[in-house]
């Protein structure tokens, strides 16, 4: 469903969710056309199944960022408590 307006002047895509830091989801303010990241950088179509690997991505983009911010001292306990026993 291409609208005219994008026929001649192009699509007019906004990011419409962040995956990663380096994959992103595009959408087309007017026809609502989805692009997405592929792996080598190039801009595809969304199909369902780049999604499904998009949801993937993001969910593993969160833990990394989640375990980034686990604080060290929690590192440093469990460290400790196995020399306790040692
Ligand atoms: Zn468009």
Known sequence: MKSIHCKVFGH???ISRHVTYHVKEYACKNCKTELTTSG??????LTPKFREINDVLERIHHKRILRKN????????????KLRIA
Do not use: C, T
């Open 12 to 14: 007019d895509y906004k």
């Open 70 to 81: 686990e604080p060290i001292n929690k590192v440093l306990v469990k460290n400790q408590a």
């Open 40 to 45: 080598n950088g190039d801009l595809i179509a």
